[in-house]
T-cell receptor, first 113, second 111 residues
Framework: DADVTQTPRNRITKTGKRIMLECSQTKGHDRMYWYRQDPGLGLRLIYYSFDVKDINKGEISDGYSVSRQAQAKFSLSLESAIPNQTALYFC????????????FGSGTQLSVL | LAKTTQPISMDSYEGQEVNITCSHNNIATNDYITWYQQFPSQGPRFIIQGYKTKVTNEVASLFIPADRKSSTLSLPRVSLSDTAVYYCLVGDYSSASKIIFGSGTRLSIRP
């Protein structure tokens, strides 16, 4: 969904490096999410935020941190990347007024060498 | 959280109707049923959502029996571009944080 933009689209980094993935949205939604997808598997929730002052851990938050800089911006950081964090990362937004329909970005493919 | 079970993969041919069934035996009263479609290297895209009976939109139909323990996504007259992974999700939509993505059904359409 073009209304949810993720940068970069692809990133290769080395073990131990700090990396930030960014997400911005123009949908005006308060709720934002970060998911991780490994090959052949479904998406797993890393962190989510219901508004600028709200941050919540998801299913697999260890090794990750997030920052909600504004309603439209939600970034995901890997403080010290490790190879098993190689995955496809998705940002999403939702609106409780639309039964929490999720709107996803195009994803960031991260490779940790 | 209601767990869903759906076939790992399905094959069909262009022009056929495809029905993907999802089981959710412990669905709760407040839970909705939602289907998403995902193409390779793209984020999932909402297809359809329902609570009971039948829902139809321009893309698909969703059939939900009275006991709501299963649901069937119906794709009419599929084309090659319908090749994708389809996820059945069940959840109390007070929060998408409660929604669990399974492994989905990998649908392959052949000419």
């Amino acid at each position: 969904d073009a209304d949810v933009t993720q940068t970069p689209r692809n990133r290769i980094t080395k073990t131990g490096k700090r990396i930030m993935l960014e997400c911005s949205q123009t949908k005006g939604h308060d709720r934002m999410y970060w998911y991780r997808q490994d090959p052949g598997l479904g998406l797993r929730l890393i962190y989510y935020s219901f508004d600028v002052k709200d941050i919540n851990k998801g299913e697999i938050s260890d090794g990750y941190s997030v920052s909600r800089q504004a309603q439209a911006k939600f970034s995901l950081s890997l403080e010290s990347a490790i190879p098993n964090q190689t995955a496809l990362y998705f940002c999403a937004t939702s609106d409780p007024g639309q039964n929490e329909k999720l709107f996803f970005g195009s994803g960031t493919q991260l490779s940790v060498l | 959280l209601a767990k869903t079970t759906q076939p790992i993969s399905m094959d069909s041919y262009e022009g056929q109707e495809v029905n993907i069934t999802c089981s959710h035996n412990n669905i709760a009263t407040n839970d909705y049923i939602t289907w998403y479609q995902q193409f390779p290297s793209q984020g999932p895209r909402f297809i359809i959502q329902g609570y009971k009976t039948k829902v139809t939109n321009e893309v698909a139909s969703l059939f939900i029996p009275a006991d709501r323990k299963s649901s069937t996504l119906s794709l009419p007259r599929v084309s090659l571009s319908d090749t994708a992974v389809y996820y059945c999700l069940v959840g109390d939509y007070s929060s998408a944080s409660k929604i669990i993505f399974g492994s989905g059904t990998r649908l392959s359409i052949r000419p």
